[in-house]
């Protein structure tokens, strides 16, 4: 149906800069939004920044200032550059899809997670 691959992420030092991307492939009619959550050990998946479709982009107030949300709409593919970072950014990183499989049908859609490690 819908896929999300995502790359990026690994091992980096606090205050460090690390990049992620993520393809949404398959039976796609439209994109709503696309986004990143991220799950810490013993932690609920939380929110780090979406965007949506006109552009409008929402970013949870720990990343702010940090981490920039972009989107390129002609290849499927959303972006987070994530700067400055700190051991608490630490988690597996998600990508998430609000996408039309058809005309009247959508679902949400994750990807399989990619590990971000920040070394204090």
């Known amino acids: 149906q819908v896929q999300l691959v995502e790359s990026g992420g690994g091992l980096v030092q606090a205050g460090g800069s690390l990049g992620l991307s993520c393809t949404a492939s398959?039976?796609?009619?439209?994109?709503?939004?696309l986004g990143w959550y991220r799950q810490a050990p013993g932690t609920e998946r939380e929110l780090v920044s979406t965007i949506n479709a006109g552009g409008g982009i929402n970013y949870a107030d720990s990343v702010k200032g940090r981490f920039t949300i972009s989107r390129d709409n002609a290849k499927n593919t959303v972006y987070l550059q994530m700067n400055t970072l700190k051991p608490e950014d630490t988690a597996v990183y998600y990508c998430n899809g609000r996408i039309y499989y058809s005309q009247n049908s959508w679902g949400e859609f994750w990807g399989q997670g990619t590990q971000v490690t920040v070394s204090s």
């Open positions: 398959g039976s796609i009619f439209h994109i709503v939004a």
